[in-house]
């Protein structure tokens, strides 16, 4: 599976931003996908998740209630609309593939069998 992140940009504090991440191949259906985003000089960090039909959404602490995660099956392509947009959410955005079955929650790294490369968010002042 391979994975392409867009979306990404420069936005002020309180705007937003939709990512988007095509996967190529025909096992898109088989695979939980997922956001993560990693800082200058911090570790990568869990951001959401969708599971494979669409029925599941996690989120982490910091975004819940602002981020939205969602999937299109028939673009095999997942979306982020990150409303609200604040300094700290700053950093490159990765989408992710798990073909783990039965995740529930945060994702650890560890989960992911596929990464795309990161599109960057940049949050001003």
């Known amino acids: 599976v391979q994975l392409q992140a867009s979306g990404g940009g420069l936005v002020q504090a309180g705007g937003s931003l939709r990512l988007s991440c095509s996967a190529s191949g025909r096992t898109f259906r088989s695979y939980d996908m997922g956001w993560f985003r990693q800082a200058p000089r911090k570790v990568r960090e869990f951001v959401a998740a969708?599971?494979?039909?669409?029925?599941?959404?996690y989120y982490a602490g910091s975004v819940k209630g602002r981020f939205i995660i969602s999937r299109d099956s028939a673009k095999n392509t997942i979306y982020m609309r990150m409303n609200s947009l604040k300094p700290e959410d700053t950093a490159a955005y990765y989408c992710?593939?798990?073909?783990?079955?039965?995740?529930?929650?945060?994702?650890?790294?560890?989960?992911?069998?596929?990464w795309g490369r990161g599109t960057q968010v940049t949050v001003s002042q």
């Open positions: 992710a593939a798990s073909s783990l079955a039965g995740i529930v929650g945060n994702w650890s790294t560890g989960y992911v069998d596929y």
């Open positions: 969708i599971g494979r039909n669409g029925g599941s959404m």
